[in-house]
Nanobody
C-alpha cells in the first residue's frame, strides 16, 4: 500500500487549498480513507473520513469549511479546504485501513508521508 499526498503549501488566512492523496498497491474500495493532521507539539487528529459508499465524518473544528471526496476510478482522495485559519496549520496525512469513516488514528493501518499546510494570519 502506498499513499502519496500533495497539494500542501502556504496560504493566507481565509484562503483555500485542495489536498490530494494518490493511493496504490491495493484495491481502493477495500478500505475507508481519512485525512489527519498534526501540528507541532500536538497529537495527530482526525480531520475527515469517507467510506466506500461516500458516507463522511468531519471533526467539529472543520465542519462547513472542509470537504472530503474521492475519485474511486482514479484511486485519489481529496480534501478541499476553504476559509483556512491559522489553527489549520499542520502536517496533513492521508490514511487507509478503517472499516468505517472513523476519525480515530488507531483505526487506520496505512499512512502517507504527509504534506505541510501553513496558514498565515
Amino acid at each position: 500500500v502506498q499513499l502519496v499526498e500533495s497539494g500542501g503549501g502556504s496560504v493566507q488566512a481565509g484562503g483555500s487549498l485542495r489536498l490530494s492523496c494518490a493511493a496504490s498497491g491495493y484495491t481502493y474500495s477495500s478500505y475507508c480513507m481519512g485525512w489527519f493532521r498534526q501540528a507541532p507539539g500536538k497529537e495527530r487528529e482526525g480531520v475527515a473520513a469517507i467510506d466506500s459508499d461516500g458516507s463522511t465524518s468531519y471533526a467539529d473544528s472543520v465542519k462547513g469549511r472542509i470537504t472530503i471526496s474521492q475519485d474511486s476510478a482514479k484511486n485519489i482522495l481529496y480534501l478541499q479546504m476553504h476559509s483556512l485559519k491559522a489553527e489549520d496549520t499542520a502536517m496533513y496525512y492521508c490514511a487507509a485501513g478503517s472499516d468505517w469513516a472513523s476519525l480515530a488514528t488507531t483505526e487506520y493501518e496505512h499512512w502517507g508521508q504527509g504534506t505541510q499546510v501553513t496558514v498565515s494570519s
